[in-house]
Nanobody, 127 residues
Framework: QVQLVESGGGLVQAGGSLRLSCAAS????????VGWFRQTPGKEREFIAA????????YYADSVKGRFAISRDNPKNTVYLQMSSLKPEDTAVYYC????????????????????WGQGTQVTVSS
């Protein structure tokens, strides 16, 4: 069974930075694409970034490209999301998730392609 735990959220001023971590238990994490999503009340979960199992490929939503960076440390079973130049519209609960198919990044931007999810961490950006 895979468990994902996000950490690193908090309150930050606009223009500031935060680094989120997604720590996983389970043997398949290092063999899986991992994605970050975010959600605000009343809205659907939004794709933010994804990274393939080897870390050689990364994908970003246009809204965060150039400001966020996803990375991973497989020996530590951890994926990171470095967020810079934060804006109030980045305020949301951020979730990490593990893709349902090993070594696949198919439809990496669709929540339904991810099998395991963390509990989320709140990020609040004040203006």
């Amino acid at each position: 069974q895979v468990q994902l735990v996000e950490s690193g959220g908090g309150l930050v001023q606009a223009g500031g930075s935060l680094r989120l971590s997604c720590a996983a238990s389970g043997r398949t994490f290092s063999s899986s694409t991992v994605g970050w999503f975010r959600q605000t009340p009343g809205k659907e979960r939004e794709f933010i970034a994804a990274i393939t199992s080897s870390g050689t490929r990364t994908y970003y939503a246009d809204s965060v490209k150039g400001r966020f960076a996803i990375s991973r440390d497989n020996p530590k079973n951890t994926v990171y999301l470095q967020m810079s130049s934060l804006k109030p519209e980045d305020t949301a609960v951020y979730y990490c998730a593990q893709h349902r198919v090993l070594y696949s990044a198919g439809a990496y931007d669709l929540p339904q392609e991810y099998q395991y999810w963390g509990q989320g961490t709140q990020v609040t950006v004040s203006s």
